[in-house]
């Protein structure tokens, strides 16, 4: 599995007096394994577990800590190692 940076931009909400151009959706950076990616989404682990401890999986490792970015959101993927 690729290890990667994914850089993407955060939904905001605000329940304030801000006027709109006040509010910027900030760029975010996760780190993790790459675990699936197709043209609506990518998903990344944050943990993998070796052993499957569950012994519910198909294939080791076994990817847990789940993040899925829809692909609107994502400003760029970049190989970490």
Do not use: H
């Amino acid at each position: 599995m690729r290890i990667v940076k994914v850089n993407w931009r955060d939904v905001i909400a605000c329940n304030e007096w801000e006027k709109a151009d006040a509010i910027k959706c900030p760029n975010i950076m996760s780190i993790g394994w790459l675990v699936y990616e197709d043209q609506e989404t990518i998903k990344i682990a944050n943990t993998l577990d070796l052993d499957d401890f569950e012994g519910k999986a198909d294939e080791k490792p076994v990817p847990y800590g789940i993040t899925a970015f829809p692909r609107g959101c994502v400003v760029s993927v970049e190989d970490v190692i």
